[in-house]
């Protein structure tokens, strides 16, 4: 069709006419029309490529066939048996016995059928374009058919609220680490980026939902906490700092000491142990402890290597607040609020005010 195009227009600039062919414009049609449906075909036979990849379970090719299309993944030169070292230094240190609470499960508190719609408004509610987790299921695939999904995804919330018993799929993340200075050998200088299934991204937004709701009724967390939360940022502190600034600034309204403290690894040094006897101490729902607990125990992480897909060993997960989950930035915020109140009994006679962000 295109050296068809070429050649009537060649013959219209040898024959000097004053205008192209009738012949040109309908070539030129039936081009375009022959250019799209090869596109389509084209589009089509990859989607059919990836859709038989994702179901056997095929990373590599999986991967292989999105690089073709054009997205870069970061690459790392970083052997897997350092990832591993690494991933275990952080984040399977030894812990205090079992990171998870035993409970009775017929000595908790009974919990209601869950509501299909509220499910509903959770898919709604979740961003595409995304990269899916380790079951390789796609946002898209879930917020194309709500309705469908609600209703399955609420007799699978109400076998699990009864059982405690997670997926596997669940607990597991693909880490895709990102670069960001420093030498590239080193592994502390990469942004590790986990995704996690997008169904059990649900779950836990189910959870955060009720975990949310008692956390405001037991004011728990306090006004100087703007990190991780709603209504709430580091510009405000700005401000409260630079009044305090203008209004100590006068020798006669006394003296104003500062000190900034940068936590490193913050949610990645959290004992787990000390963050559920906090919450059992503070009076939660036992039920929804047991089930964040059974969340987050016995997760795991691997590295992806290449861009084709290839994968780490798994490496446990038992320490810190789980990496890229929704429930990660709540649960990290009950678990310093009641750092105030200890640094404030250590200083008798010094009035110590508290500016927490995140940055």
């Known amino acids: 069709m295109r050296s068809l195009l070429r050649s009537i227009y060649n013959e219209y600039k040898n024959s000097n006419a004053q205008a192209l062919p009738s012949s040109y414009l309908q070539a030129k049609r039936a081009y375009k029309q022959t250019l799209k449906l090869a596109k389509r075909e084209w589009y089509l036979k990859r989607w059919r490529a990836l859709i038989a990849a994702s179901r056997s379970r095929r990373p590599q090719e999986f991967w292989a066939l999105i690089n073709k299309r054009g997205r870069k993944y970061p690459l790392t030169i970083i052997s897997a048996p350092t990832w591993e070292q690494f991933l275990s230094k952080y984040f399977s240190l030894a812990e205090e016995s079992n990171s998870s609470t035993e409970f009775q499960a017929d000595h908790l508190p009974l919990w209601p059928s869950t509501d299909p719609d509220l499910i509903m408004d959770l898919i709604l509610d979740l961003k595409t374009g995304k990269a899916p987790g380790p079951d390789l299921v796609p946002a898209e695939a879930i917020v194309a058919q709500p309705r469908w999904w609600a209703e399955i995804l609420a007799k699978v919330f109400d076998a699990i609220n009864s059982t405690g018993l997670i997926p596997r799929s669940w607990k597991e993340a693909v880490i895709v680490p990102v670069h960001k200075k420093g030498p590239p050998a080193d592994p502390e200088n990469y942004r590790n980026i986990s995704l996690l299934s997008i169904i059990g991204k649900i779950y836990a937004k189910f959870l955060l939902s009720k975990l949310s709701h008692w956390a405001n009724d037991s004011n728990l967390i306090g006004h100087e906490q703007a990190g991780f939360r709603n209504n709430y940022s580091t510009t405000d502190h700005m401000v409260i700092m630079y009044h305090l600034a203008r209004k100590y600034s006068a020798p006669s309204r006394g003296r104003l000491c500062v000190a900034f403290i940068d936590l490193k690894a913050a949610f990645d040094s959290i004992p787990r142990n000390c963050l559920w006897k906090k919450l059992e101490r503070w009076g939660i729902d036992r039920r929804l402890l047991w089930l964040i607990t059974q969340l987050l125990h016995g997760s795991s992480a691997r590295v992806r290597l290449t861009p084709a897909g290839n994968l780490s060993n798994e490496v446990p997960i038992n320490?810190?607040?789980?990496?890229?989950?929704?429930?990660?930035?709540?649960?990290?915020?009950?678990?310093?609020?009641?750092?105030?109140?200890?640094?404030?009994?250590?200083?008798?006679?010094?009035?110590?005010?508290?500016?927490?962000?995140?940055?």
Not at 323 to 337: D, E, V
């Open 319 to 359: 320490r810190g607040v789980r990496q890229s989950c929704i429930l990660a930035p709540l649960l990290f915020n009950l678990f310093i609020s009641d750092m105030k109140l200890f640094l404030n009994e250590s200083q008798a006679n010094i009035h110590v005010c508290w500016l927490l962000y995140a940055p």
